[in-house]
């Protein structure tokens, strides 16, 4: 079985938008690879005029919660470097019986790879001139207004990207299941990494061919 990726946009973000711009993207990645009935409900972001779509499913809600917040202590010890996250899609395969018993293999069909740059706020020099003050807030509001239309703007490209790839490719999906597809989230880890990569992600991206940017 083929192993289809996507290797979406990079968005810089600080690290107070990383929560909502993965749940932004996981969601709308799961909302588009999810099969079996759900009851989808519409998300608005906390930091960007957008909305999103999430499956109802409290369980994954709180899958995807969990996972961000350990990401987000690793961006805390790593800060100001690219990195990504990875949503894989499996299915489980029985192996042939052997002496030790029967046993599972993952057959990954699909991953999905969110690229970020965190970058740490910009800060300004101080002041002591209530005028030069005034000018450094001026400035420095202009400045991130402006950063955050930019991120908006890549975000909802990447959710193009998104909804362009789940509509494209359909072909090396499986028998569609009474639940949501087998997946899991990966991200880097301090004491297992190779450029700050889980060792068996890493693995599994060396072992598939494919030129992935680490």
Same mark, same amino acid.
Request: charged letters at 25%; a positive charge; glycine letters at 4%.
């Given at each position: 079985m083929n192993c289809e990726t996507c290797q979406l946009k990079e968005l810089e973000v600080e690290p107070r938008e990383i929560k909502d711009v993965l749940r932004c993207v996981l969601h709308t990645i799961?909302?588009?690879?999810?099969?079996?009935? $759900?009851?989808?409900?519409?998300?608005?972001?906390d930091f960007f005029e957008i909305t999103y779509v999430q499956c109802g499913l409290p369980e994954l809600e709180k899958e995807v919660d969990e996972k961000i917040d350990q990401f987000v202590?690793? $961006?805390?010890?790593?800060?100001? &470097?690219?990195?990504?996250?990875?949503?894989?899609?499996?299915?489980?395969?029985?192996?042939?019986?052997?002496?030790? %018993?029967?046993?599972?293999? &993952?057959?990954?069909?699909?991953?999905?790879?969110?690229?970020?740059? $965190?970058?740490?706020?910009?800060?300004? %020099?101080?002041?002591?001139?209530?005028?030069?003050?005034?000018?450094? %807030?001026?400035?420095?509001?202009?400045? =991130?207004?402006?950063?955050?239309?930019?991120?908006? =703007?890549?975000?909802?490209?990447v959710l193009f990207q998104i909804i362009n790839f789940a509509n494209e490719k359909k072909d090396h999906i499986p028998a569609i299941p009474d639940r949501i597809f087998n997946h899991e989230i990966s991200i880097p880890i301090s004491s297992d990494s190779m450029f700050g990569w889980n060792t068996d992600v890493l693995r599994r991206v060396l072992n598939s061919g494919h030129p992935y940017s680490l």
């Open positions: 799961f909302f588009h690879r999810t099969l079996s009935l $759900v009851r989808p409900k519409d998300v608005d972001c202590v690793w $961006v805390k010890k790593h800060p100001n &470097r690219s990195t990504q996250v990875c949503l894989s899609f499996f299915d489980d395969k029985n192996k042939h019986p052997s002496w030790f %018993g029967n046993k599972t293999e &993952r057959i990954y069909w699909e991953q999905w790879f969110i690229n970020l740059h $965190v970058i740490s706020p910009k800060r300004h %020099g101080k002041s002591h001139s209530s005028k030069a003050l005034t000018n450094i %807030g001026g400035q420095a509001l202009e400045e =991130s207004s402006s950063r955050r239309a930019a991120l908006e =703007s890549s975000i909802h490209e």
